[in-house]
């Protein structure tokens, strides 16, 4: 991923913040030299080391997944950035927050693994509910997917948000954004910026 120095972000902890915050994801592959991508939502393992995802068994992608290297994309909030905004020159460009994974894929077919992964992923979502769903599906549907353990080797992170713009541009487009309704950018910038 190309990364400018002031856009990268190095810290693993916060990279691993921001997947276990930004869960949906890209897992894409190769298979006789044709990219494969399917979106999914991804479990990291507490230590940090593992990413786990399931895809439905008639997914061509799990043809040439296990025991090959896959790359994982997770973004966070993303906008427009005018040159409006600022008091300086500029060129119009886009804000985001992007975290790639790299790593090596392996899949299993274990019912009770499998569970385990579906029932976590749940729980992750419907925490925060007054009456979150709680797992009761037949054991059946399990054999109709397939798990995928991604060992992770490298995690690269570019959070793109106005730090080669003067702070009184960062304000304004702080404040441009909240009027465009890109609270989550605008909160983004605040946060790593400190405007």
């Not at 509910?129 to 570019?158: F, M, N």
């Not at 541009?169 to 405007?195: C, K, S, T, Y």
Request: glycine fraction near 6%; charge should be negative; proline fraction near 6%.
């Amino acid at each position: 991923m190309y990364t400018p120095n002031h856009f990268a972000v190095s810290d693993r902890q916060e990279l691993l913040q921001f997947i276990h915050n930004n869960g949906f994801g890209a897992l894409i592959s190769n298979h006789q030299s044709q990219l494969q991508a399917s979106h999914l939502p991804f479990l990291l393992d507490e230590g940090g080391h593992r990413l786990m995802c399931h895809l439905a068994r008639q997914n061509d992608q799990l043809d040439a997944i296990d025991g090959h290297p896959v790359l994982v994309i997770f973004n966070g909030p993303h906008a427009y950035i005018s040159p409006r905004w600022y008091t300086k020159p500029g060129v119009p460009t886009w804000n985001y927050q992007a975290v790639h994974v790299h790593g090596i894929a392996r899949s299993f077919t274990d019912e009770q693994r499998l569970k385990t992964m579906v029932d976590s992923l749940s729980e992750k979502y419907e925490s925060g509910v007054d009456a979150p769903w709680q797992p009761d599906y037949s054991p059946k549907l399990l054999r109709a997917i397939v798990g995928v353990e991604i060992e992770i080797s490298e995690i690269q992170g570019t959070y793109k948000l106005s730090q080669n713009r003067p702070q009184q541009d960062r304000l304004q487009v702080v404040d441009a954004l909240h009027a465009e309704g890109e609270a989550a950018m605008a909160q983004a910038i605040i946060q790593h910026n400190n405007p």
